[in-house]
Nanobody, 123 residues
Framework: QVQLVESGGGLVQAGGSLRLSCAASGRAFSSYAVGWFRQAPGKEREIVGAVSWSGDNPAYTDSVEGRFTISRDNTKNTVYLQMNSLKPEDTAVYYC????????????????WGQGTQVTVSS
């Protein structure tokens, strides 16, 4: 069992930055792949990016490539999403999610989800 808690959301002007954190509790979190997802009002949830258990070679959706960075500190059981050059279209509730099976993270069906944190980017 893994519990995930996101933090770091808020209101920021376009062009600004935020860093989201996903703090995990539970056994062997360092073995889990983790994804960041977002859902904007009236839209389907989409994956933002994902990282393997080791933190190597995170992958991103095209719309955030070059602006967002995922990292993890397994000593702190925490995964981060650094968001730079934010745009109004990045406004959404952001979720982290985890699964021992990376394919489940990639296809959007991981077992464990956080409660989400709101990110609002004003123009």
């Amino acid at each position: 069992q893994v519990q995930l808690v996101e933090s770091g959301g808020g209101l920021v002007q376009a062009g600004g930055s935020l860093r989201l954190s996903c703090a995990a509790s539970g056994r062997a979190f360092s073995s889990y792949a983790v994804g960041w997802f977002r859902q904007a009002p009236g839209k389907e949830r989409e994956i933002v990016g994902a990282v393997s258990w080791s933190g190597d070679n995170p992958a991103y959706t095209d719309s955030v490539e070059g602006r967002f960075t995922i990292s993890r500190d397994n000593t702190k059981n925490t995964v981060y999403l650094q968001m730079n050059s934010l745009k109004p279209e990045d406004t959404a509730v952001y979720y982290c999610a985890a699964d021992l099976r990376p394919s489940r993270v990639v296809d959007g069906t991981p077992d464990y989800w956080g409660q989400g944190t709101q990110v609002t980017v004003s123009s």
